[in-house]
């Protein structure tokens, strides 16, 4: 867990999803509008299922991590990965409204890439709807564009290349040890 500040000043805690967070996450879905819920589900979904939920909330911390963004105590994001063949590893990546194109998708993926590394997995795969524009606007940033085929935008990124991304001073995330959660310690 860590305290950060966003380039626009806005304070933010950054921290592991715990069992006991499944109200912060209901109350995120809450936040997001229709767009962003279809664009993060890639469909219709207008609330999660105790199913989905379960799904969502009860991580391995191992081949399933996830991190949740606060401001206030009031849900702002969460990010996670889900490790699928070998070593890849799919990501999504979810921002309530008022708080998107501000920096925390790219933290997210930071944290998650730094989590990513410690359990083996060297490429990160997200599926995307081709709409998506802030999902895109976070791959150019790597140089990663992707490949639209069944109406779904697949796009595959190095972990490395998002842990060489980050400032040699961002020691926040980057240090300590995979814990219990499967978040660093």
Do not use: C
Request: charged letters at 25%.
């Amino acid at each position: 867990m860590f305290e950060t500040t966003l380039p626009d000043g806005a304070q933010i805690v950054v921290r592991p999803i715990r069992p006991e967070d499944k109200p912060l996450l209901v109350a995120g879905m809450e936040r997001l509008s229709e767009r962003s819920r279809r664009l993060r589900f890639l469909s219709g979904v207008d609330h999660l299922s105790r199913q989905q939920l379960a799904y969502l909330i009860e991580i391995d911390g191992r081949d399933h991590q996830a991190w949740g963004v606060l401001s206030d105590d009031e849900p702002v994001a969460v990010g996670r990965f889900i490790r699928g063949a070998g070593d890849d590893a799919e990501v999504a990546l979810t921002v309530v409204d008022e708080w998107q194109r501000r920096g925390i998708g790219k933290l997210l993926l930071e944290v998650l890439a730094v989590g990513a590394e410690k359990v083996g997995i060297r490429r990160f795969m997200f599926v995307a709807l081709p709409e998506n524009t802030g999902i895109r606007a976070l791959l150019a940033r790597f140089g990663v564009t992707g490949e639209i085929e069944d109406g779904l935008l697949t796009a595959y990124l190095d972990v490395s290349s998002v842990a060489e991304s980050l400032p040699h001073n961002s020691n926040r995330f980057s240090e300590g040890r995979v814990g219990r959660a499967g978040v660093v310690t």
